[in-house]
């Protein structure tokens, strides 16, 4: 008779479920990821800067120092193709500003709000610094909540429309479908540098027909694909489509001043991620589209 040791067995299956997560984590980060900006781009992984060690003399106040602006640098776009286009869900990327997007997103029936990380830890400060009041406590005892984090020397916004019907962007007839939104500016002085549409499907004939018609309406603007990773699934003679698990398949149309990309991605096996993106290369001048178009128009 075999002995069996339950503690081997609980070890495996933990180990699984480690596997398993681990797995779903590099599918997100093969997908979309953050948009990129200019240099300074937003930390992800990257632990906040630790604030300076400040001595409070017996009677001294809390101050909440601002931080010095971030200092952005960009590059002219390399020689090379222009995008024939830059209008892309409602907005022309270089031109739009912040203010254009809050007034279209109402218009829309949208709700939404700067997601950054700089943008969060505000927030938050502002809820500790409400509840120590309320607590009454002095401004040097509930003096940590307003210390800057290295998180919020990056002016970047994230301007994201979560939980949204592909019907509302009105940018053209979509399949059904629901997801978020969202436009990226390097800081609220500059004009917006990108724009994504990032939704899931449970059907994979669902999927399959959103993707081809993201496909199509890119290459309709934009031309054939400049590279293409991977390739779509055809159904089965029952009609049934078959996504690969965690193969990221891509199609992606590259310009000097603009980047278009359509991502599909099946990540475990209830979901099916599509991303569609349109966005200034990294480090570009955020304008870059809308320069290249003035001076085409000009005598």
């Known amino acids: 008779?075999?002995?069996?040791?339950?503690?081997?067995?609980?070890?495996?299956?933990?180990?699984?479920r480690r596997l398993a997560l681990w797995g779903q984590a590099v599918a997100w980060s093969l997908l979309l990821g953050l948009a990129p900006a200019c240099k300074r781009e937003e930390p992800v992984e990257d632990k906040p800067a630790a604030a300076a060690e400040t001595k409070a003399a017996p009677e001294a106040k809390a101050e909440t120092k601002e931080a010095p602006a971030a200092k952005l640098e960009f590059i002219d776009p390399p020689e090379g193709p222009r995008a024939p286009a830059a209008r892309y869900h409602g907005v022309d990327i270089g031109r739009t500003t912040l203010p254009e997007v809050e007034a279209m997103v109402e218009r829309l029936g949208l709700r939404c709000g700067d997601t950054s990380a700089r943008a969060k830890l505000q927030r938050r400060r502002e809820k500790a610094a409400a509840e120590a009041k309320a607590r009454g406590e002095d401004a040097v005892t509930s003096a940590s909540a307003k210390k800057r984090s290295g998180y919020e020397d990056n002016p970047q916004i994230r301007y994201s429309c979560p939980n949204i019907q592909a019907s509302q962007i009105g940018d053209r007839e979509r399949?059904?479908?629901?997801?978020?939104?969202?436009?990226?500016?390097?800081?609220?002085?500059?004009?917006?540098?990108?724009?994504?549409?990032?939704?899931?499907?449970?059907?994979?004939?669902?999927?399959?027909?959103?993707?081809?018609?993201?496909?199509?309406?890119?290459?309709?603007?934009?031309?054939?694909?400049?590279?293409?990773?991977?390739?779509?699934?055809?159904?089965?003679?029952?009609?049934?489509?078959?996504?690969?698990?965690?193969?990221?398949?891509?199609?992606e149309w590259k310009y000097a001043d603009l980047i278009a990309r359509v991502n599909i991605l099946r990540v475990g096996n209830q979901s099916i991620t599509i991303g569609e993106r349109v966005e200034v290369p990294p480090r570009v001048r955020p304008d870059a589209p809308a320069l290249a178009r003035d001076a085409a128009a000009s005598p």
Do not use: C, W
């Open 1 to 16: 008779m075999k002995t069996i040791d339950a503690a081997s067995t609980i070890s495996r299956g933990a180990s699984a």
């Open 175 to 251: 399949p059904p479908s629901k997801g978020r939104l969202l436009f990226v500016f390097d800081s609220p002085d500059y004009p917006v540098r990108h724009t994504s549409y990032q939704r899931s499907h449970k059907d994979p004939s669902a999927a399959l027909t959103d993707v081809k018609e993201a496909i199509a309406a890119m290459t309709a603007i934009y031309g054939e694909p400049t590279r293409v990773r991977g390739q779509l699934p055809e159904p089965d003679k029952r009609g049934a489509v078959d996504f690969e698990v965690l193969k990221n398949i891509q199609f």
